[in-house]
T-cell receptor
Framework: AQKITQTQPGMFVQEKEAVTLDCTYD???????LFWYKQPSSGEMIFLIY??????QNATEGRYSLNFQKARKSANLVISASQLGDSAMYFC?????????????FGTGTRLQVTL | NAGVTQTPKFRVLKTGQSMTLLCAQD?????MYWYRQDPGMGLRLIHY???????AKGEVPDGYNVSRLKKQNFLLGLESAAPSQTSVYFC???????????????FGPGTRLTVL
């Protein structure tokens, strides 16, 4: 069984600062994918970034980067130069890689509040 | 492209009533999913489909049925609604044989269902 743990229910960060949202995972699958989604107050789920378990380099997408430490089973999201629009819930999720339907397992989320 | 759309956006039911939620995607994705999101929790998988005419149970399938008669549509049915099914329902799709190999799931805007 797969499990995702997000230990930070809420985080505050000042505008223009960087912030790290923690995510640890547990799985017995040899290959898997890790995902981060953003859920603003409007409710939609927005895909941010993906990391494959065999990827040698950490994934980056604009201001988002994923700090992947396989031995520690962690996949932390780093947001650089925070903006007011980054205020939202952030969910970490994992699933198997292609070949089968990737049934995502989600964490409970971290609410990020960006302040002036 | 509209991506993933869901109908309706909001619905209020009385206990025992039935209803169908419709999900449509225009990305030619093979896989489709239904999740529910409850307060303080991440998303949990209800049912999923790996192709037209196929469906499978997820983590919390009881009280729901699904059908995938066309590749682009995935229907979620509640035969006899219960207050415990009050939730926000998300549809997602993933995996195009000619596109993204990461199996990233793209979500619809959600349906807020209240069962009285």
């Amino acid at each position: 069984a797969q499990k995702i743990t997000q230990t930070q229910p809420g985080m505050f960060v000042q505008e223009k600062e960087a912030v790290t949202l923690d995510c640890t995972y547990d799985t017995s699958d040899p290959s898997y994918g890790l995902f981060w989604y953003k859920q603003p107050s409007s409710g939609e789920m927005i895909f941010l970034i993906y990391q494959g378990s065999y990827d040698q380099q950490n994934a980056t997408e604009g201001r988002y980067s994923l700090n992947f430490q396989k031995a520690r089973k962690s996949a932390n999201l780093v947001i650089s130069a925070s903006q007011l629009g980054d205020s939202a819930m952030y969910f970490c999720a994992m699933g198997r890689l292609t070949g089968t339907a990737s049934k995502l397992t989600f964490g409970t989320g971290t609410r990020l509040q960006v302040t002036l | 492209n509209a991506g993933v759309t869901q109908t309706p956006k909001f619905r209020v039911l009385k206990t025992g009533q039935s209803m169908t939620l419709l999900c449509a995607q225009d990305m030619n994705h093979e896989y489709m999913y239904w999740y529910r999101q409850d307060p303080g929790m991440g998303l949990r998988l209800i049912h999923y489909s790996v192709g037209e005419g196929t469906t499978a149970k997820g983590e919390v399938p009881d009280g729901y049925n699904v059908s995938r008669l066309k590749k682009q549509n995935f229907l979620l049915g509640l035969e006899s609604a219960a207050p415990s099914q009050t939730s926000v329902y998300f549809c997602a799709s993933s995996y195009s044989t000619s596109g993204d190999s990461t199996d990233t799931q793209y979500f619809g805007p959600g349906t807020r269902l209240t069962v009285l």
